[in-house]
């Protein structure tokens, strides 16, 4: 199993600014996953954060929007650039763990909102 | 590209009562894995019961069971003897094998809400 922690639990932020979002897992990972929930929606992979080489992002995310980074296997940072109150969401880190049967964890979410 | 559709968006049951709640799922894929998750208000995302596609019997996890129908694509959930707790979102979520290993497509949702 993982147990993940995020940091900020939530923020509310203005217009225009930044926000870094850190991920800690209490275990070494290969992959983390960073998701976006919109209010009363369902989840939306925003990319897949590999250690040692660029994040890949999904089709609709991009870098300069949604910077990744990933120094080490067990943590991983998303900032959410030049915000504006569409990206008000809920921001989830999780990890895949492929063992005897595949394991896909999520950490608690940070919620943001954006004014 | 997959799609998950959950056309329940809520659904009521009584506490001790059966509720099942429908997911189908649209692929050419034969490799992968299908999972029912739960977000209680909390919004802790907790995985429910995942199922392989190459295995025939059905996925269960105690009041948790699946009816996995693979040429009929679909993947319903049933909670038996419901329990307050059980109050919480359930998404229906798709993950290809192996290339997109750890990349969850998920419905849109069904809010289950048990009531004494």
């Known amino acids: 199993s993982a147990v993940i922690s995020q940091k900020p639990s939530r923020d509310i932020c203005q217009r225009g600014t930044s926000l870094t979002i850190q991920c800690q897992v209490d275990s070494q990972v290969t992959m983390m996953f960073w998701y976006r929930q919109q209010p009363g929606q369902s989840l939306t992979l925003i990319a897949t954060?590999?250690?040692?080489?660029?994040?890949?992002?999904e089709s609709g995310f991009v870098i300069d929007k949604f910077p990744i980074s990933r120094p080490n296997l067990t943590f991983s940072t998303l900032t959410v650039s030049n915000m504006s109150p569409e990206d008000s969401s809920i921001y989830l880190c999780?990890?895949?763990?492929?063992?005897?049967?595949?394991?896909?964890?999520f950490g608690p979410g940070t919620r943001l909102t954006v004014t | 590209a997959q799609t998950v559709t959950q056309s329940q968006p809520e659904m009521s049951v009584q506490e001790a009562e059966t509720v099942t709640l429908s997911c189908t799922y649209d692929?050419?894929?034969?490799?992968?894995?299908l999972f029912w998750y739960k977000q209680p208000p909390s919004r802790q995302m907790i995985l429910v019961i995942r199922?392989?596609?190459?295995?025939?019997q059905n996925a269960t996890e105690n009041r948790f069971s699946v009816n996995f129908q693979k040429a009929a694509k679909s993947f319903s959930l049933k909670i038996s003897d419901s329990q307050l707790g059980d109050t919480a979102m359930y998404f229906c979520a798709f993950m290809k094998r192996p290339d997109s290993w750890g990349k969850l497509q998920f419905g849109a949702g069904t809010q289950v809400v048990v009531t004494p």
């Open positions: 692929t050419s894929e034969n490799n992968y894995y």
């Open positions: 954060a590999n250690q040692g080489s660029e994040a890949t992002y």
């Open positions: 199922q392989e596609a190459y295995k025939q």
């Open positions: 999780s990890v895949g763990i492929e063992g005897a049967r595949i394991e896909q964890y």
